[in-house]
């Protein structure tokens, strides 16, 4: 419904649910059967054609129910055993902080704010990572690009007043939007920014030392990195930085308490990658960085 079958969400396109009978609905005809032939093609308005085939249905409405519950429930099951099996762990190193640490560590310290995102790995830790329930995670996905995130939270704080709203960014994609400290500060709005320094463009380091031999091009951002503190400052902005695993939760605990703006420089690992990932031209099927993998 609405989707486009682009390659961020099938892999090698060929291979993407090959045993599956596709239904595709799109206002746009030009996207129906464009990447995916489906079995059933419909054009139309999502909202009008659901309501017409819940009318359709209506009469099987029982059949249905009792079907489709068995097999939700046996596929939720499976996840479950998934998770069990192979669990997300937020790793710990003995002489630096891990991107994926300070992600649980706000998500504790704040369970029920609303958090945002900007574009790179910080965005896939965060939903990876973040148990913070329905409505309350505010990301461009695969559709936005760096510097989504602070503007992202500006809106959702003003539209929440009273509200806690974090924005996690990376170093190099906060820079891509860094002006809207202006807007954080000219009217003391007090969403939170938490950047997980690692003095890199991450996704772009990661893809080139698995893609590209480790030829490093343009992506190392130590060299002009502004101090975030003193920046932050200077927009009239409260600024924090956290370097070491000791000061982690006192800091975050005295960002949440301040009743205004706060840009938080979090040095992290910078050699960390965020897994699990598929090659270029690969299926959904051949991850990198699962048991078995190639990682």
């Known amino acids: 419904m609405g989707a486009r079958f682009d390659d961020r969400v099938t892999g090698k396109l060929d ?14 005809p030009a996207e129906v059967g464009k990447n995916r032939k489906p079995e059933v093609p419909i054009v139309g308005d ?16 029982e059949g249905l129910e009792a079907r489709d519950g068995s097999l939700t429930q046996a596929w939720r099951d499976r996840i479950d055993t998934w998770k069990a099996k192979y669990p997300l762990v937020a790793p710990s190193y003995p002489d630096c902080i891990s991107p ?17 995102t900007d574009v790179g790995q910080h965005q896939m830790w965060a939903a990876q990572f973040l148990k913070n329930g329905p409505r309350r995670w505010i990301s461009s996905a695969g559709l936005g690009t760096m510097g989504f995130g602070m503007p992202a939270a500006i809106g959702a704080q003003v539209a929440l007043a009273g509200e806690t709203v974090i924005c996690i960014a990376g170093d190099a994609s906060i ?3 860094i002006q ?22 991450g996704m772009v380091r990661q893809w080139q030392q698995n893609f590209y031999g480790q030829r490093y091009s343009s992506s190392n951002m130590e060299t002009g990195m502004p101090d975030f ?3 932050a400052e200077a927009f009239g902005v409260k600024g924090m930085i956290v370097t070491e695993r000791s000061e982690l939760e006192g800091a975050i605990a005295e960002m949440l308490a301040h009743d205004g703006p706060v ?3 979090v040095r992290v690992k910078q050699d960390e990658n965020c897994y699990p990932m598929v090659k270029p ?12 993998g190639e990682v």
């Open 15 to 28: 291979e993407f649910a090959r045993r599956a009978r596709v239904i595709h609905i799109d206002i746009d």
């Open 46 to 61: 999502v909202r009008h054609v659901l309501n017409e085939l819940l009318r359709q249905t209506e009469n099987q409405k």
């Open 100 to 116: 994926q640490e300070v992600i649980v560590a706000l998500n504790t310290a704040a369970p029920d704010a609303y958090f945002t």
């Open 175 to 177: 820079l891509m939007n």
């Open 180 to 201: 809207e400290l202006g807007t954080l500060g000219q009217y003391n709005i007090p969403a939170k920014t938490v950047i997980l320094n690692n003095g890199w463009q």
């Open 229 to 231: 503190v003193k920046l």
């Open 263 to 265: 840009f938080m420089d």
């Open 281 to 292: 031209g690969c299926s959904n099927d051949q991850m990198l960085g699962l048991p078995g």
